[in-house]
């Protein structure tokens, strides 16, 4: 088993940043590939980003290309998402999920989610 549980959402102005962090339980997760998905109100959950276990590899939704980082520190048992440049439009609830296979993972369907972090972006 594996829990996962996210923190660092608030509320930033337009041009802001902020750093999500999960902090996850469990022997595995070194083996897990790590994402990040959100969901706005009123739409489906999107893909934002997601790292390989050894976090060699990342993939970033077109949408925060160039804004957004992925990273973990499979030490700390932790995965993060630094987001610069903060967008009304990246206001959501902010999930982190995990699983031994990418492809589930970049669709959402990895084994694992946490209970989200909100973050709010003001214009």
């Known amino acids: 088993q594996v829990q996962l549980v996210e923190s660092g959402g608030g509320l930033v102005q337009a041009g802001g940043s902020l750093r999500l962090s999960c902090a996850a339980s469990g022997r595995t997760f070194n083996s897990y590939v790590m994402g990040w998905f959100r969901q706005a109100p009123g739409k489906e959950r999107e893909f934002v980003a997601a790292?390989?276990?050894?976090?060699?590899?990342?993939y970033y939704a077109d949408s925060v290309k160039g804004r957004f980082t992925i990273s973990r520190d499979n030490a700390k048992n932790t995965v993060y998402l630094q987001m610069n440049s903060l967008k009304p439009q990246d206001t959501a609830v902010y999930y982190c999920?995990?699983?031994?296979?990418?492809?589930?993972?970049?669709?959402?369907?990895?084994?694992?989610w946490g209970q989200g972090t909100q973050v709010t972006v003001s214009s």
């Open positions: 790292i390989s276990w050894s976090g060699g590899s990342t």
């Open positions: 999920n995990g699983d031994p296979s990418s492809s589930r993972v970049r669709l959402g369907q990895g084994s694992y």
